[in-house]
């Protein structure tokens, strides 16, 4: 059993998986309360299935690209846990676990477009085929009118993710279908199963999510000693 945590974007999700069927998910879609919140929501989870950390055999976790404070909010926690609990520790590539959610009906010659919201007009986002294969990395993408026009060109192609729907706004082309599908801890221990039989696992000391950019720090121009 896999203790899952998503906290990459506004959603603050966690489940439990057995041999990677789902058992029991919770999950907020309220942005900002990932701190208060999610631990509340792992105590909560277990005690509804009747379980406790002890139970568990891993401790999953979403890696990123996303959120700087979310990322770090959920990885901490993922840490703890696994560290507390002598649990190794597994970590979903956040895209990824978002784009598996059209395996049931995109085709694999088809492309999936995950898209994380960047802020502005960017987003960070990769383009994996149906089949689950990459076909382009994870990057950060200011976008306009012919973003991924390469792609659209050649069939169907499925956007989803909170940064999807402003490149709806933009993108008229027929081949453009858009989902409303988001982050969900449900998909990242689909995905932290078979890296768990895999043993692929990360290092407690060392793991650090992936940002994709570095965290910017503003300072007030009013007074240069606050943040």
Same mark, same amino acid.
């Given at each position: 059993?896999?203790?899952?945590?998503?906290?990459?974007?506004?959603?603050?999700?966690?489940?439990?998986?057995?041999?990677?069927?789902?058992?029991?998910?919770?999950?907020?879609?309220?942005?900002?309360?990932?701190?208060?919140?999610?631990?509340?929501?792992?105590?909560?989870?277990?005690?509804?299935?009747?379980? @406790?950390?002890?139970?568990?055999?891993?401790?999953?976790?979403?890696? #990123?690209? !996303? %959120?700087?404070?979310?990322?770090? $909010?959920g990885v901490s926690t993922a840490k703890g846990l696994a560290f507390s609990h002598d649990l190794p520790l597994i970590a979903v590539d956040t895209l990824q676990a978002l784009a598996i959610q059209t395996k049931p009906f995109a085709s694999e010659s088809e492309f999936v477009i995950p898209m994380i919201d960047a802020r502005r007009m960017e987003v960070y986002a990769c383009v994996i085929l149906g089949s689950g294969e990459i076909s382009d990395q994870v990057a950060p993408v200011v976008l306009d009118e012919k973003s991924? @026009?390469?792609?659209?060109?050649?069939?169907?192609?499925?956007?989803? #993710?909170? !940064? %999807?729907?402003?490149?709806?706004? $933009?993108?008229?082309?027929?081949?453009?279908?858009?989902?409303?599908?988001l982050n969900s801890s449900s998909t990242i221990g689909y995905l932290a199963y078979k890296k768990y039989q895999k043993r692929e696992f990360e290092s407690l000391a060392y793991f650090e999510p992936n940002y994709l950019k570095e965290f910017m720090v503003l300072k007030s121009k009013k007074n240069p000693f606050l943040i």
């Amino acid at each position: 059993m896999i203790l899952s945590i998503e906290t990459a974007t506004q959603v603050c999700s966690v489940s439990v998986h057995d041999q990677g069927k789902l058992m029991g998910l919770a999950e907020l879609h309220v942005d900002n309360m990932h701190a208060q919140k999610l631990m509340k929501l792992v105590n909560d989870l277990l005690q509804n299935l009747n379980l @406790e950390v002890r139970n568990l055999s891993a401790i999953a976790v979403s890696q #990123g690209p !996303g %959120s700087y404070t979310g990322l770090r $909010i959920g990885v901490s926690t993922a840490k703890g846990l696994a560290f507390s609990h002598d649990l190794p520790l597994i970590a979903v590539d956040t895209l990824q676990a978002l784009a598996i959610q059209t395996k049931p009906f995109a085709s694999e010659s088809e492309f999936v477009i995950p898209m994380i919201d960047a802020r502005r007009m960017e987003v960070y986002a990769c383009v994996i085929l149906g089949s689950g294969e990459i076909s382009d990395q994870v990057a950060p993408v200011v976008l306009d009118e012919k973003s991924f @026009e390469h792609y659209l060109n050649t069939g169907r192609v499925y956007f989803l #993710g909170d !940064g %999807s729907g402003k490149f709806s706004a $933009i993108c008229k082309h027929p081949n453009a279908c858009f989902l409303p599908y988001l982050n969900s801890s449900s998909t990242i221990g689909y995905l932290a199963y078979k890296k768990y039989q895999k043993r692929e696992f990360e290092s407690l000391a060392y793991f650090e999510p992936n940002y994709l950019k570095e965290f910017m720090v503003l300072k007030s121009k009013k007074n240069p000693f606050l943040i």
